[in-house]
T-cell receptor, first 114, second 115 residues
């Protein structure tokens, strides 16, 4: 069965430091890949997505992610974290079509220290 | 961008009552909508796929008689939690793609608290 793994449950990063959130998926072909952010009590906001083409994708709020087929990974990065980035981050995959139901990882909670 | 709304944003009800949650696509038609459930500090779990004009498809382990889904029109899907119990308290989120080839858009979620 398809699955998404986010190995880090909670990460704390100093403001201004770089960030990398890990995501691995299990699927035979290349899935549709997404990163979402969720602030407390809020819905999901799409940060970026990968369907095909350039494996390094740029998203909103200065985030980027790199698809590595050999590692079945789609890690999220940001060169300099801001306090407002503190939130829950979810990696998700879609199978067969971009608009299909998504399989979510368990999420990584990001805390930002000053 | 496309917008999906949910109503109500939060609801408190007594145990044994039924609660209806609406999901609307405001500026596009959606033949398919998805309902997810999120427990506190947990991931989103797909509950069911709502299909306009036909029965919903439920994921394994989801009680279809408890979580009634009706896709009444191309812009509206409703989730009714019947005979709600405290364990049904959760954050319910719907989503809809504009087309099968496009990214789906998520609603802001509905927080249900059953006392």
């Amino acid at each position: 069965a398809q699955s998404v793994t986010q190995p880090d449950i909670h990460i704390t990063v100093s403001e201004g430091a770089s960030l990398e959130l890990r995501c691995n998926y299990s699927y035979g072909a290349t899935p549709y890949l997404f990163w979402y952010v969720q602030s407390p009590g809020q819905g999901l906001q799409l940060l970026l997505k990968y369907f095909s083409g350039d494996t390094l994708v740029q998203g909103i709020k200065g985030f980027e992610a790199e698809f590595k087929r050999s590692q079945s990974s789609f890690n999220l990065r940001k060169p300099s974290v801001h306090w407002s980035d503190a939130a829950e981050y979810f990696c998700a995959v879609g199978i067969n079509q971009a608009g299909t139901a998504l399989i979510f990882g368990k999420g990584t909670t990001l805390s930002v220290s000053s | 961008g496309a917008v999906v709304s949910q109503h109500p944003s939060r609801v408190i009800c007594k145990s044994g009552t039924s609660v209806k949650i609406e999901c609307r696509s405001l500026d596009f038609q959606a033949t398919t909508m998805f309902w997810y459930r999120q427990f506190p500090k947990k991931s989103l779990m797909l509950m069911a796929t709502s299909n306009e004009g036909s029965k919903a498809t439920y994921e394994q382990g989801v009680e279809k008689d408890k979580f009634l889904i009706n896709h009444a029109s191309l812009t509206l899907s409703t989730l009714t939690v019947t005979s709600a119990h405290p364990e049904d308290s959760s954050f319910y989120i719907c989503s809809a793609p504009r087309s099968p080839e496009e990214t789906q858009y998520f609603g802001p979620g509905t927080r249900l608290l059953v006392l």
